[in-house]
């Protein structure tokens, strides 16, 4: 059972514009979530995070919202850059983010000039 | 650079074979995490560490499968008798509080 779902397998957006990534998840005990962003032949890289005690977190161009009635969170870059092309993948853990974190399969991103 | 190290980068092995890889956490960190990812898949966890006490282990974990952790510093993963289904990105990560940092990773091929 996929715990942490990321539903689009790619996104297109041109530069400039706003990328939308979404994320859902199924526990209930998931209490941190986390984006990841990833080139290919490199480990993943930390973007941004949010606690469950929050609804949004913004760093930059980066922003995550929660709606855990929804059980759902999505990442927003406003605006978007070429060099944001990459593979995005939605994360998630419980316990305060001490433990081991769930990954969702990823969405790649393309941003196109 | 003071980020997660993993050694080596790659690593082509023949079936059968045993395989080991390191992990070196950022210093301050006492947590250490190992996933795994195949092609189209995110990673998977493996095992976590904090300090030298390994505290949880996934089924994926075979027993073909050892980490450990000695002194609470750097990390090694031992793949004993490695089949194909063993070939994927073998990812270290480590943390302080609650975001984790991964190494660049390192590329198993099993032949």
């Known amino acids: 059972d996929q715990q942490v779902k990321q539903n689009s397998p790619s996104l297109s957006v041109q530069e400039g514009r706003i990328s939308i990534l979404n994320c859902d998840y199924t526990?209930?005990?998931?209490?941190?979530f986390l984006w990841y962003k990833k080139y290919p032949a490199e480990g993943p890289t930390f973007l941004i995070s949010?606690?469950?005690?929050?609804d949004k977190n913004e760093d930059g161009r980066f922003t995550v919202f929660l709606n855990k009635s929804a059980k759902h969170l999505s990442l927003h870059i406003v605006p978007s850059q070429p060099g944001d092309s990459a593979v995005y993948f939605c994360?998630?853990?419980?316990?305060?983010?001490?433990?081991?974190?769930?990954f969702g399969k990823g969405t790649k991103l393309t941003v196109n000039p | 650079d003071t980020g997660v190290s993993q050694n080596p980068r790659h690593k082509i092995t023949k079936r059968g074979q045993n395989v080991t890889f390191r992990c070196d956490p950022i210093?301050?960190?006492?947590?250490l995490y190992w996933y795994r990812q195949t092609l189209g898949q995110g990673p998977e966890f493996l095992t976590y560490?904090?300090?030298?006490?390994?505290?949880?282990k996934s089924r994926l974990l075979s027993d073909r499968f050892s980490a450990e952790r000695p002194k609470g510093s750097f990390s090694t993963l031992e793949i004993q008798r490695t089949e194909q289904g063993d070939s994927a990105m073998y990812l270290c990560?480590?943390?302080?509080?609650?975001?984790?940092?991964f190494g660049p990773g390192t590329r198993l091929t099993v032949t």
């Open positions: 990560a480590s943390s302080l509080r609650y975001e984790q940092y």
């Open positions: 526990n209930s005990m998931f209490d941190y």
């Open positions: 949010i606690s469950s005690i929050k």
């Open positions: 994360a998630a853990s419980a316990f305060g983010g001490s433990e081991k974190l769930v």
């Open positions: 210093s301050e960190h006492n947590r």
């Open positions: 560490f904090q300090n030298e006490a390994q505290l949880e």
